[in-house]
Each structure stands twice: as C-alpha cells, then as structure tokens.
T-cell receptor
Framework: DAGITQSPRHKVTETGTPVTLRCHQTENHRYMYWYRQDPGHGLRLIHYSYGVKDTDKGEVSDGYSVSRSKTEDFLLTLESATSSQTSVYFC??????????????FGPGTRLTVL | QQQVKQSPQSLIVQKGGISIINCAYE??????FPWYQQFPGKGPALLIAIRPDVSEKKEGRFTISFNKSAKQFSLHIMDSQPGDSATYFCAASRGNEKLTFGTGTRLTIIP
C-alpha cells in the first residue's frame, strides 16, 4: 500500500468517546487525505492536508478534526463519536495537488464501529 | 447530491466474459475520469484513467469508453478473470479540484 500505514486497523468504541486514527507515510508526499467509505456513498473526503500544519475541509468534515505536525503523520480525531461515524476510514497520499489527476495512493483502511 | 452515478451496484460475470460498469456525470466541467480498483481489506488503487479529448483508452484487458455528449463513461474488462473480482469505483474531477467518486460496483467473476 505505497508506504502508508493506518492505526488502528479495527476499533470498536462507544458513543460520546473521543477517537483518534493515525496515518503514517514513508513516501514524503506533500498531500494527505482522510476519506470515509460507506455503502451507497462510495468514498467521501473528510479533510486533507497540503503541508505541515496546513489542512482544509472536505465534503463531510462535520464532527471531525485533523492535525499534521510532521510530514509523515496525519491524524483524524472524532471528538465525540456518534453511531453515524461508523465507517471504514481510508488515508491517502499524493505527491502533488488536490486535483484528481494527481494519483492518490490509499492506505489499508481502519474499520471503526461506534456502538 | 450524487454528481457521479455508477451502475450496477453488483455484477456477476463468467470467467472469460466481458464485464461492463457504467458511470454518468452531471458536471460538464469535469475533465478527468479515473477508475479505481479495490480488493477486500485493501485501499483503492488507480486502475486506468481518461481525459475527455479521447473517446477510448485501453490498457491490457481494461478499456475506458467515454461519451462526452451523453456524459457517460464506462469500464470494460475483457476476458474477465477470477483475479478481477473486486470493487470498482469511477470518479471524476475538474481542474485543480478534488475527486468525486461513484458509489462502487462489486464485481464477481465465477469459474
């Protein structure tokens, strides 16, 4: 998976608890992304980063925050998890640009269940 | 609002047959149309992509057909093999903007 790891790979948590997902890359790519994948919705962009401490919202950012203190790490935090955030979360990286034609490389995903 | 509509949701094809997955888009400003392939337990990976200045692009057994006037594009997998069993996502983007993904098609190739 192109030098991308995600942790944890699986997590079960309870409504109202905070959750942090980690994405780590060894490719030194500038752009990093968090997507969620849900049946009937495909992949939807939550947040993305275009450099250390530079982040922006995607189409489904409500209830999520991100941080990037190092090039290689991009954290996704659910401040107070809800059942609607049960999903599979994918991290992706690209060498340059948000634009679709810049190939994105995806991590293996994190399956999150919020009870 | 679904800007890229993908069909069918699932598809079963016999080994050696042709698998066809269709996508339709609404935004005429889209100018890049990739297909991503995802195996179970893995993240999606770019399979093949096309720009609207050509009507077809072929890479091995995989072909994208593009119909600009109908605002449709499709993925054809020739001589489908069990190893092609995966979920396929079409996507579209314009300029420097993000990808918009379709909802995915689960393809199963049976012997």
């Amino acid at each position: 998976d192109a030098g991308i790891t995600q942790s944890p790979r699986h997590k079960v948590t309870e409504t109202g608890t905070p959750v942090t997902l980690r994405c780590h890359q060894t490719e030194n790519h500038r752009y990093m992304y968090w997507y969620r994948q849900d049946p009937g919705h495909g992949l939807r962009l939550i947040h993305y980063s275009y450099g250390v401490k530079d982040t922006d919202k995607g189409e489904v950012s409500d209830g999520y925050s991100v941080s990037r203190s190092k090039t290689e790490d991009f954290l996704l935090t659910l401040e107070s998890a809800t059942s609607s955030q049960t999903s599979v979360y994918f991290c992706a990286i690209s060498e340059s640009g948000l634009a679709g034609y810049n190939e994105q490389f995806f991590g293996p995903g994190t399956r999150l269940t919020v009870l | 609002q679904q800007q890229v509509k993908q069909s069918p949701q699932s598809l079963i094809v016999q080994k050696g047959g042709i698998s066809i997955i269709n996508c339709a888009y609404e935004n005429t400003a889209f100018d890049y149309f990739p297909w991503y392939q995802q195996f179970p337990g893995k993240g999606p990976a770019l399979l093949i992509a096309i720009r609207p200045d050509v009507s077809e692009k072929k890479e091995g057994r995989f072909t994208i057909s593009f119909n600009k006037s109908a605002k449709q594009f499709s993925l054809h997998i020739m001589d489908s093999q069990p190893g092609d069993s995966a979920t396929y996502f079409c996507a579209a983007s314009r300029g420097n903007e993000k990808l918009t993904f379709g909802t995915g098609t689960r393809l199963t190739i049976i012997p």
